[in-house]
């Protein structure tokens, strides 16, 4: 007997060896796969750096900053040569002509320029800095689906099996005679829809993980790293003035009040006699005095006042400041809603850790109680572990609600992320 034992007990322990050596090779080999863990400042900056539309933007940005370069510049003189015949080359030279025309720009029309330039620079970052906040509140959204989803699937997985747990302590005390069988019923139905609720999980969190591969480029089972949520202590007040600062939507409407009055102000100065050129010549002359010549013209406005044009932009001038007004004041409610949005889930998220740490608390120290002295019923002491199960899942929902709060805040302040909100 003992010999036909040693072989047979060889061949089990070699093929748990082997079966730990080949789990221990896969797992190594999935962390070697998924890399070192990811977090949620390099998921964003590695979203930005793969964005083309973030490209394309940065590109439309520089273009513009290069015509805003060239803006409002005087413009050249033209060189010219008058009075050429094909004559001089065969027969004597006898006169020709050498002189510089320039057209003096108006009264405010350089400035017009420059600020047409500075709007245009102004809405080519308004565009950037958009969809560049969008992305980065995706992945940030994503970020925080992908930690929930994880902690969710786990405790899924954990309640799958302290319900089958249940279904064995009740069959046991159906046997007994201590459960009826309408209790062994409901905690094989209880099991059921935990099974249906691991599948759900497992399917929302390879979902999640699959658009935060697709933004990132990150191995789909890369670990996350879960950092504390910070607070932010400052008031409302604060918080406005610091979304007036950084908001670009503020700039752009006040670059184009700016450009309104610059052409507000050219269109009332065309009223006003300016010249229309200035030419500087010197003639070449044979057996004659050479001589310079000096002309100028002017426009007059005896027909065309342009009294239209001088309405209609000190109307845009008018529109414009309402509409800086309009834009601080929606920025103003944004920032009040999402700020008032993020209170009470802070305030959510405190009460709820408070109240739920000291339930989960209590519950360990009764289990841990009943384990050592028998004073409680297995199931009895099942529902507590299934309660921490519930807790914890309900934990993991609060903490992705109040983290897309808080970015949300931080957008509304016109900022990348809650670490840059400062006084």
Same mark, same amino acid.
């Given at each position: 007997?003992?010999?036909?034992?040693?072989?047979?007990?060889?061949?089990?322990?070699?093929?748990?060896?082997?079966?730990? &050596?080949?789990?221990?090779?896969?797992?190594?080999?999935?962390?070697?796969?998924?890399?070192?863990?990811?977090?949620?400042?390099?998921?964003?900056? /590695?979203?930005?750096?793969?964005?083309?539309?973030? *490209? &394309?933007?940065?590109?439309?940005?520089?273009?513009? =900053?290069?015509?805003?370069?060239?803006? !409002?510049?005087?413009? +050249?003189? *033209?060189?010219?040569?008058?009075?050429?015949?094909?004559?001089?080359?065969?027969?004597?030279?006898?006169?020709?002509?050498?002189?510089?025309?320039?057209? #003096?720009? %108006?009264?405010?029309?350089?400035?017009?320029? =420059?600020?047409? &330039?500075?709007?245009? /620079?102004?809405?080519?970052?308004?565009?950037?800095?958009?969809?560049?906040?969008?992305?980065?509140?995706?992945?940030?959204?994503?970020?925080?689906?992908?930690?929930?989803?994880?902690?969710?699937?786990?405790?899924?997985?954990?309640?799958?099996?302290?319900?089958?747990?249940?279904?064995?302590?009740?069959?046991?005390?159906?046997?007994?005679?201590?459960?009826?069988?309408?209790?062994?019923?409901?905690?094989?139905?209880?099991?059921?829809?935990?099974?249906?609720?691991?599948?759900?999980?497992? *399917?929302?969190?390879?979902?999640? %993980?699959?658009?935060?591969?697709?933004?990132?480029?990150?191995?789909?089972?890369?670990?996350?790293?879960?950092?504390?949520?910070?607070?932010?202590?400052?008031?409302?007040?604060?918080?406005? %003035?610091?979304?007036?600062?950084?908001?670009?939507?503020?700039?752009?409407?006040?670059?184009?009040?700016?450009?309104? *009055?610059?052409?507000?102000?050219?269109?009332?100065?065309? +009223?006003?006699?300016?010249?229309?050129?200035?030419?500087?010549?010197?003639?070449?002359?044979?057996?004659?005095?050479?001589?310079?010549?000096?002309?100028?013209?002017?426009?007059? #406005?005896?027909?065309?006042?342009?009294?239209?044009?001088?309405?209609?932009?000190?109307?845009?001038?008018?529109? =414009?400041?309402?509409?800086?007004?309009?834009?601080?004041?929606?920025?103003?409610?944004?920032?009040? $809603?999402?700020?008032?949005?993020?209170?009470?889930?802070?305030?959510?998220?405190?009460?709820?850790?408070?109240?739920?740490?000291?339930?989960?608390?209590?519950?360990?120290?009764?289990?841990?109680?009943? =384990?050592?002295?028998?004073?409680?019923?297995?199931?009895?002491?099942?529902?507590? $572990?299934?309660?921490?199960?519930?807790?914890?899942?309900?934990?993991?929902?609060? %903490?992705?609600?109040?983290?897309?709060?808080?970015?949300?805040?931080?957008?509304? /302040?016109?900022?990348? !992320?809650?670490?840059?909100?400062? #006084?």
């Amino acid at each position: 007997m003992r010999r036909r034992l040693g072989p047979s007990l060889m061949k089990i322990l070699l093929s748990l060896a082997i079966g730990c &050596a080949a789990a221990w090779t896969a797992q190594a080999s999935a962390q070697a796969e998924a890399g070192p863990p990811l977090t949620e400042k390099q998921a964003v900056e /590695l979203a930005l750096e793969r964005s083309r539309e973030i *490209e &394309a933007n940065e590109a439309n940005v520089e273009i513009a =900053k290069g015509r805003l370069d060239s803006a !409002g510049w005087i413009r +050249n003189p *033209e060189f010219r040569i008058s009075d050429i015949k094909t004559s001089y080359f065969t027969d004597e030279f006898d006169d020709i002509e050498f002189g510089l025309r320039w057209r #003096p720009p %108006r009264i405010g029309e350089l400035d017009e320029d =420059k600020q047409q &330039a500075r709007v245009e /620079l102004w809405e080519r970052q308004l565009t950037q800095q958009i969809e560049r906040q969008e992305l980065i509140a995706r992945v940030i959204q994503t970020y925080a689906d992908v930690i929930r989803e994880d902690e969710l699937a786990r405790l899924a997985n954990e309640r799958v099996e302290l319900e089958r747990e249940r279904i064995a302590i009740i069959e046991r005390m159906v046997e007994l005679g201590r459960r009826s069988v309408v209790y062994f019923t409901k905690a094989r139905l209880w099991s059921a829809e935990s099974l249906n609720d691991r599948t759900r999980a497992k *399917e929302r969190q390879a979902s999640a %993980r699959r658009r935060l591969k697709r933004l990132t480029g990150a191995a789909a089972n890369v670990e996350l790293v879960e950092m504390d949520v910070p607070v932010v202590e400052l008031d409302l007040e604060t918080l406005t %003035r610091i979304a007036y600062e950084n908001r670009p939507e503020v700039k752009v409407v006040e670059a184009r009040r700016h450009l309104a *009055e610059r052409q507000y102000t050219l269109e009332r100065l065309k +009223n006003v006699p300016w010249f229309s050129y200035v030419q500087l010549s010197y003639h070449l002359r044979d057996d004659k005095d050479d001589y310079g010549e000096l002309m100028m013209g002017f426009d007059l #406005p005896l027909f065309n006042w342009n009294l239209g044009n001088i309405r209609a932009t000190r109307q845009a001038v008018e529109r =414009k400041e309402t509409q800086v007004d309009a834009v601080r004041e929606r920025i103003e409610s944004q920032v009040r $809603n999402r700020y008032n949005i993020y209170r009470d889930s802070l305030l959510d998220w405190n009460m709820f850790c408070e109240t739920a740490g000291e339930l989960v608390r209590n519950a360990q120290t009764i289990i841990e109680s009943a =384990k050592q002295h028998d004073t409680l019923p297995r199931d009895e002491v099942l529902e507590l $572990n299934l309660t921490i199960n519930e807790t914890l899942r309900i934990k993991a929902q609060k %903490r992705k609600e109040l983290v897309v709060a808080l970015f949300d805040l931080t957008l509304a /302040l016109g900022l990348d !992320g809650p670490e840059d909100i400062q #006084p």
